[in-house]
């Protein structure tokens, strides 16, 4: 078993390609097959080193790896030598028509209430006519001549699916300039790579008729190749999700602090009935199944992302977060804010609550009573207990209870109406501190 994340390096990763990479690695990894990462970089123009390299980086990012890389530029000679074979055969055929007549003709077909097929006119070129044309300074593109049958597999999300090739145009495969397009030069690797599973997104599905035709037209045995298209996603409000493309690239949300453990947990149970549970890539493989994965569109919903998200940081032990914390954070402070935490970024203003500095406000009305607090306040050492302790002896003293009595004191000692548990943030505060907020808050 061998499978393959293609993705063309014009632009950054969004959540649609990070799905697909992630469904082709745990498809690997789940049967002990091989997951290579191809760039499909035949696009020179638009193809850019700097998106290669994010690319691979946002991948290490999600915890994929791949167990070789491949770059389709590397590859030219190789697509030349299968496109050679494909005119020796008759399935490639040179073309002159300029995008002027194509449109011209695609319009005349469709007043005519005909399908704006591409009419195979080049094809009823006599050698004389090439000749001249040639010879009249043109540069042909080549179409690939597809077969006139269905082209049917059996797809591993979509069940039983067919593409009637007639009523398809026949692909460019290569530009006038001689460079391969990305529908043939993929047929040719996949062959020569000797991928067995082909996993992507259903807008690709029509490709997969004509490229199917294409690997027949090569040589290759479509039995050894099996695909399952992945329905597309849609965003929060049910649009189409590439309308927000740039907004959920996965640098956006690995800026915006999604754990990449809940991306992928939620990428994979996306489309699924299955609840979501955020898990790092290695771990979600054993329990991977494409096949429950549902035909239907799947919505793409980042608050669900950020429960996830929250478990993860909920959970996280230090070690694995020491690095992303402020410096001189340590454990006990991790423990104590990690549960009251959506986004790593907020845990900031935790270490500047806890370990550093912060001016609370001054709490109108409430001076007499922060300053009874202040008179209660036990000597150190303290401990879980000392929160109970002193408490109960601020409400035998002042009569209050409840919220008048906590709310304040939470005021007071951190500026924030909620945040963790002040049994816990109270020893890491210390005395110094607490007295010193009580006083500013008091007014004092
Ligand atoms: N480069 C193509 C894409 O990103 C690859 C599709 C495929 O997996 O064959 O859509």
Not at 84 to 100: N, Q
Not at 412 to 438: C, Q, V
Request: charged fraction near 25%; glycine fraction near 8%.
């Amino acid at each position: 078993m061998k499978l393959r994340f293609a993705p063309s390096p014009t632009g950054l990763l969004h959540v649609g390609n990070a799905r697909a990479a992630l469904a082709n690695w745990l498809h690997a990894r789940r049967h002990g097959g091989a997951f290579i990462l191809r760039l499909d970089d035949t696009d020179l123009e638009r193809s850019k080193p700097e998106y290669a390299q994010a690319i691979e980086e946002d991948l290490r990012w999600m915890g994929l790896d791949w167990d070789e890389r491949v770059a389709q530029s590397d590859r030219l000679g190789r697509y030349a030598a299968a496109a050679e074979a494909l005119k020796a055969s008759g399935r490639l055929y040179p073309c002159f028509e300029t995008e002027e007549e194509l449109a011209y003709k695609r319009e005349r077909r469709r007043r005519e209430g005909r399908p704006p097929l591409y009419d195979r006119e080049a094809l009823r070129m006599t050698p004389d006519q090439i000749e001249r044309a040639l010879a009249n300074g043109k540069q042909p593109y080549w179409r690939f001549k597809l077969a006139t049958r269905t082209v049917t597999w059996l797809d591993l999300v979509l069940g039983e699916r067919s593409v009637k090739l007639s009523a398809i145009s026949d692909p460019v495969l290569v530009r006038a300039d001689g460079s391969p397009l990305y529908t043939f030069t993929s047929v040719v690797d996949d062959i020569d790579m000797g991928i067995t599973h082909v996993i992507r997104g259903e807008d690709h599905v029509t490709n997969t008729g004509i490229q199917l035709d294409i690997y027949e037209a090569l040589g290759g045995n479509p039995k050894t190749l099996t695909f399952g298209h992945l329905p597309l996603l849609t965003d929060d409000a049910g649009g189409p999700l590439s309308k927000r493309l740039g907004s959920i690239s996965l640098r956006h949300l690995r800026k915006d602090g999604i754990e990449p453990a809940a991306l992928a947990g939620y990428l994979a149970a996306l489309g699924t009935s299955a609840d979501p549970v955020p898990g790092m890539p290695a771990a979600l493989a054993p329990a991977w199944d494409i096949s429950r994965v549902s035909h239907a569109t799947a919505r793409f919903d980042t608050r669900q992302m950020l429960v996830l998200n929250r478990r993860v940081l909920h959970e996280a032990p230090f070690a694995t977060v020491q690095d992303r914390l402020p410096e001189g954070a340590d454990e006990a402070w991790w423990l104590a804010v990690r549960g009251n935490l959506d986004l790593m970024r907020e845990a900031r203003p935790w270490f500047d609550i806890i370990r550093g500095t912060i001016v609370p406000p001054v709490l109108e009305g409430e001076g007499e009573f922060l300053t009874a607090a202040l008179a209660a306040l036990p000597p150190e050492p303290w401990d879980a207990t000392t929160w109970a302790g002193w408490t109960g002896a601020v409400k035998a003293t002042t009569g209050r209870k409840g919220k008048a009595l906590f709310l304040p004191l939470r005021l007071a000692l951190t500026g924030e109406e909620h945040g963790p548990d002040l049994a816990t943030l109270l020893p890491l505060i210390g005395r110094e501190k607490a007295a010193l907020r009580l006083r500013l808050s008091a007014g004092a």
